[in-house]
């Protein structure tokens, strides 16, 4: 079964040397292995502003914490996406607010953020699902119009890029997953990458307790609590050997995923997303919408070739029972979008019996 998803670790000959000397260099809690890790990152995203954390959930809630949002505020998010993005809001104790999302991309829709204002709302939170980068254009001038931050979920989103730079550099907060199956894994982790420098003390001491590790500790004094948020240096030790691959990693992504665009072009009962100017996709999953999911799926599979829709509409868990509301687009596009294999595992022969598969129909 070619597989939906696949983690890619470093050969053993070169990730174990690295994280032997680290286990055993008497130091494997949050320190330099960290800091070197975060410098790398930041370089990656065009943003020295990166905190490391143990998951893109944690990053999340501090995004929230920092932007200030808090009990009885409001955050206007999208249900098409994984749940942890949701979970962070009722973490600070907002409520969620749906907005509705384009029918052509299944990404969070600009008008629908527009509609859904409120003198409560504290923060808009923007997915780029399956690495398909929002309509941010729009989206900035909405917030900047209202004086509302935008965080970006970037947790699919390692590599894709919007008005030629890379994501994590644009927006005031942008959340990333290092999560065990994402672009680039440290088996868990997450970062989030700021806009504003002056965030970066507040946010070191939300990842630790309260305590800043960049002072002393004698010398420190907590003024909010925090978390136990932080990376340690194994974790980022395995980050920065997978560091080395990353490029590669997202380069088969976007090679795939664009050969998949040219090819399911005006195949019967497929229709091809489009995606927004000035923006590119990594193809962290490829979508696609089709006519007969549960057919097309079934199909794949007697194939040995994993396909879904992987996540469950976040408004149908019961935690977010108070934000209920129609959403026709949504309802529309989730009836239909699918993912099929496009990662690093995909060569170029499985790709193209992928798509001979579907152009048989189903």
Not at 71 to 99: Q, R, Y
Not at 206 to 235: E, T
């Amino acid at each position: 079964m070619i597989p939906l998803v696949k983690p890619f670790i470093a050969s053993s000959e070169v990730m174990m040397p690295e994280i032997e000397k680290i286990l055993y260099s008497g130091y494997i809690a949050e320190g330099e292995k960290v800091y070197e890790f975060e410098r790398s990152f930041g370089e990656y995203v065009d943003n020295p502003n990166v905190l490391s954390l143990n998951s893109g959930t944690a990053a999340l809630h501090i995004a929230l914490m920092l932007a200030g949002v808090g009990p009885d505020d409001e955050v206007i998010s999208t249900a098409l996406t994984a749940e942890p993005t949701n979970v962070a809001i009722k973490l600070v104790g907002a409520k969620v607010v749906w907005a509705d999302v384009d029918p052509a991309t299944g990404l969070i829709a600009p008008q629908s953020i527009r509609q859904k204002i409120s003198p409560r709302t504290k923060a808009i939170i923007v997915v780029h699902y399956a690495g398909m980068v929002c309509d941010m254009d729009r989206i900035n001038a909405i917030a900047a119009d209202a004086g509302i931050p935008v965080i970006e979920d970037a947790a699919h989103a390692m590599g894709s890029g919007y008005n030629g730079k890379p994501v994590g550099s644009n927006s005031e907060y942008t959340c990333f997953s290092l999560q065990a199956i994402k672009h680039l894994t440290t088996v868990d982790g997450g970062f989030i990458s700021l806009k504003d420098a002056t965030q970066l003390s507040d946010g070191r001491k939300l990842r630790w307790f309260g305590l800043d590790k960049k002072i002393p500790r004698l010398q420190n004094d907590i003024r909010f609590p925090g978390y136990k948020y932080h990376m340690n240096n194994v974790n980022a030790t395995i980050g920065l050997v997978q560091m080395r691959y990353i490029d590669r990693i997202v380069n088969s992504h976007k090679e795939n995923g664009r050969y998949y665009d040219q090819q399911l072009q005006g195949i019967p009962g497929v229709t091809v997303i489009p995606y927004y100017a000035d923006t590119e996709p990594s193809y962290w999953l490829y979508t696609m919408k089709v006519e007969n999911r549960a057919g097309f799926i079934k199909m794949m599979e007697e194939n040995g070739i994993m396909a879904s829709e992987l996540h469950l509409r976040n408004d149908r868990h019961s935690v977010f029972a108070e934000s209920k509301c129609e959403l026709p687009a949504l309802d529309d596009f989730y009836s239909r979008f699918v993912h099929i294999p496009c990662g690093w595992w995909v060569d170029d022969t499985e790709r193209k019996r992928i798509v001979a598969l579907i152009r048989k129909g189903w």
